[in-house]
């Protein structure tokens, strides 16, 4: 198993260009994640989605967009780029079976620059 | 609403000593709470987990760590630190009713001297 895996790893934008980054997990996960990593401000979920079709805002939604058409993806995209939103983005991946607390399992990361 | 507070954003240790992560919570119940490690340029990984079994959680790599309800505290230790545990290690809660919604503490960044 591949686990989870992001595209690009690096990016650099110019202000007010829009991007997706890409997230897949092959191991059938039902429940995906995206979050920021800022220096000294640990991570911040901007969108979650517990189904394919279903997705909901974290703590801090906005400028993204996400869908989740199929179980295996979960695109974060990004319109009008602003310098707030340089970062380090992670994609997240776990199984919801109704025991207590499932594992995530993270993605390598995206570093976005936005100038 | 759930949040951590991690103590000291840099602690650094000599090759054999312990390490010591402190983390004290803020919830109405008891949460569930868990130890990420980051190594330099990769995701997070988890380390250990409480979910109200036993108080003294035991996780990978030699790490422990014990919640205390009195203290709201979930303080990780290792020890004997060891030249690949240099690292970035955030402590993270979840409300017991949406266990899928964590929310992380700023992290503590690890530096382990020879």
């Known amino acids: ?115 | 609403a759930q949040s951590v507070t991690q103590l000291g954003s840099h602690v650094s240790v000599s090759e054999g000593a312990l390490v010591l992560l402190r983390c004290n919570y803020s919830s109405s119940v008891p949460p569930y709470l868990f130890w990420y490690v980051q190594y330099p340029n990769q995701g997070l990984q988890l380390l250990l987990k409480y979910t109200s079994a036993a108080t003294l959680v035991k996780g990978i790599n030699g790490f422990e760590a014990e919640f205390k309800k009195s203290e709201t505290s979930f303080h990780l230790t290792k020890p004997s630190a060891h030249m690949s545990d240099a690292a970035e290690y955030f402590c993270a809660v979840s409300p017991r009713s949406n266990d899928y919604k964590l929310s992380f503490g700023a992290g503590t960044t690890v530096t382990v001297r020879a």
């Open chain 1, 1 to 115: 198993n591949a686990g989870v895996t992001q595209t690009p790893k690096f990016r650099i934008l110019k202000i007010g260009q829009s991007m997706t980054l890409q997230c897949t997990q092959d191991m059938n996960h039902n429940y995906m994640y995206w979050y920021r990593q800022d220096p000294g401000m640990g991570l911040k979920l901007i969108y979650y989605s517990v189904g394919a079709g279903i997705t909901d805002k974290g703590e801090v939604p906005n400028g993204y967009n996400v869908s989740r058409s199929t179980t295996e993806d979960f695109p974060l995209r990004l319109e009008l780029a602003a310098p707030s939103q340089t970062s380090v983005y992670f994609c997240a991946s776990s199984y919801s079976n109704g025991a207590p607390y499932n594992e995530q399992f993270f993605g390598p990361g995206t570093r976005l620059t936005v100038l």
